[in-house]
């Protein structure tokens, strides 16, 4: 017998920026449907009109599709099941939910909001559990005609079942079981006709044909509403596996904009690479069952395996991404490594770049660090005279090492590296200085710190004019 096909989504709201979580259910969503040669959908879903942020959507799609995902079906490329955006499939909702009115599985309330204001607050007096009290359910017929009749406003709520024990089946955490007499009847349709998420994205998945829903825990408590849809509609439903949601670096609380920023967008403008956040994601809730670490999207495809995943909320280790960012920063060619640095460079002209980044490469572990280890390339530095009394130097002798260096420097004919360091080095022998602090001087000089990039290998870089103003600007500093 064949299986049926693997199908994934990711369902992303326009509401703003993407979470860096979402990256990771987009990930494993991706990965699985990869593995099985499978499809991995992209659904928008905007049915939260109130919070849309204009221009979001496509500025998810692009996040997206910049940490290394494509879809199969989408919003921009369209597909069998379509359309790819909650709003644009409201005929379709408008279907179903008159099949469960009809089956009296839903009924309308037209309960005025000031009126379930009171309600909740009394609840709240009686320390009672907030939940709809059912006042429209007992309507008549007649009484709900008469209503809509006279453009009533109302939703359209789901009837959930008395005295029952609602099954939910997740792949990670087995059967979860909850009283229906702790269900709320849920909001389906709201006032302006468009469907709560609870509802449409059960008539999308099921519509859609996916197979597997990875996305987090926190859609947990919504869970048995979801799957009494599913029921009543006499819907298989796909697959659910819940990822615990991670944990921030202090492992006090889940990872939100309290505790930084925490947009995939942002750890992209911070200069980590797809490849390492990525990597990073793999590992907050799966292991591969042996010692790796390191992993390619295409290695973790392979690898990747729904029995390896975790229970237990992880903690997002910025240190280990740290680690990760810098281990993928010097596996890139020169080439590349210039090209990614061009945005974080943008007072440098690219040519410059491309000669800076070999002598950036070990030296960074996010590309944003960049700036400021470049930053005398293109502006005036400024430093107390104190700082170029290094490793013992008193001012004569710093005087004296750089007015030679500058003597030396300004007779060179030919400024490449292997004969500006030859006569560095031969002037350090001349005056028997000790190497160490001869270049802690010279490279608080010309990069105006003491922890730089490789001073000398700078030098056929900011070329002889500007080597030598440098140097003049120290020994005017040292008079």
């Not at 006279?150 to 955490?173: E, G, N, T, Y």
């Not at 930053?375 to 005087?399: C, E, M, S, T, V």
């Not at 007015?403 to 350090?428: E, F, G, P, T």
Request: with cysteine; glycine share 6%; net charge positive.
């Amino acid at each position: 017998m064949t299986s049926p096909a693997i199908r994934t989504r990711i369902a992303p709201s326009p509401t703003g920026k993407i979470h860096i979580g979402t990256i990771r259910t987009a990930l494993y969503n991706w990965a699985f449907a990869r593995k099985h040669e499978g499809k991995f959908i992209l659904r928008i879903e905007d049915t939260d009109q109130k919070r849309l942020v204009p221009g979001a959507q496509e500025e998810i799609m692009q996040v997206i599709k910049d940490y290394g995902f494509s879809w199969d079906e989408g919003p921009n490329i369209g597909g069998r099941y379509g359309p790819y955006v909650q709003t644009q499939r409201l005929p379709i909702y408008q279907k179903y939910i008159q099949r469960l009115l009809d089956k009296g599985l839903a009924y309308y309330c037209f309960c005025t909001p000031s009126r379930l204001e009171k309600m909740r607050a009394s609840q709240k007096t009686k320390k009672q559990k907030s939940k709809y009290d059912r006042r429209c359910l007992s309507l008549s017929p007649a009484q709900i005609n008469k209503n809509l009749a006279a453009a009533k406003p109302f939703v359209v709520r789901l009837k959930v079942p008395d005295d029952q024990i609602i099954v939910s089946r997740d792949l990670i955490r087995g059967e979860i079981k909850i009283d229906s007499n702790e269900v709320d009847d849920q909001i389906l349709i709201k006032s302006n006709g468009i469907p709560t998420y609870h509802f449409a994205v059960v008539i999308d998945d099921h519509l859609m044909k996916i197979s597997h829903v990875f996305r987090g825990d926190e859609w947990i408590p919504s869970f048995p509403k979801q799957i009494l849809l599913y029921k009543y509609f006499n819907w298989k439903p796909p697959v659910f596996i819940h990822l615990p949601v991670f944990l921030n670096p202090e492992g006090k609380g889940k990872m939100s904009k309290r505790h930084g920023a925490v947009s995939a967008r942002s750890f992209l403008d911070r200069g980590y690479l797809p490849i390492a956040i990525n990597n990073l994601l793999m590992l907050l809730g799966w292991n591969p069952g042996d010692e790796r670490e390191f992993f390619s999207l295409k290695t973790f495809t392979q690898a990747f395996n729904i029995n390896h995943l975790h229970k237990t909320q992880p903690i997002f280790n910025q240190k280990k991404l740290d680690y990760f960012n810098g281990y993928y920063i010097r596996k890139i060619s020169d080439t590349k490594l210039a090209r990614l640095l061009i945005p974080f460079l943008p007072q440098l002209k690219p040519d410059i770049i491309k000669q800076i980044a070999p002598l950036l490469k070990d030296r960074i572990t996010k590309l944003s660090e960049a700036d400021c280890l470049t930053d005398f390339f293109h502006q005036p530095i400024d430093y107390p005279a104190q700082l170029l009394l290094q490793r013992g130097a008193n001012k004569k002798l710093a005087k004296n090492m750089l007015a030679q260096a500058r003597q030396v420097l300004a007779k060179v004919n030919h400024w490449h590296l292997q004969l500006i360091q030859q006569m560095l080095l031969d002037l350090i022998e001349k005056n028997q200085w000790n190497i160490g602090r001869f270049f802690m001087v010279f490279r608080v000089a010309i990069c105006g710190d003491t922890r730089t990039l490789p001073v000398v290998d700078c030098l056929p870089i900011l070329g002889q004019a500007t080597t030598l103003e440098k140097i003049d600007i120290a020994l005017s500093k040292l008079k």
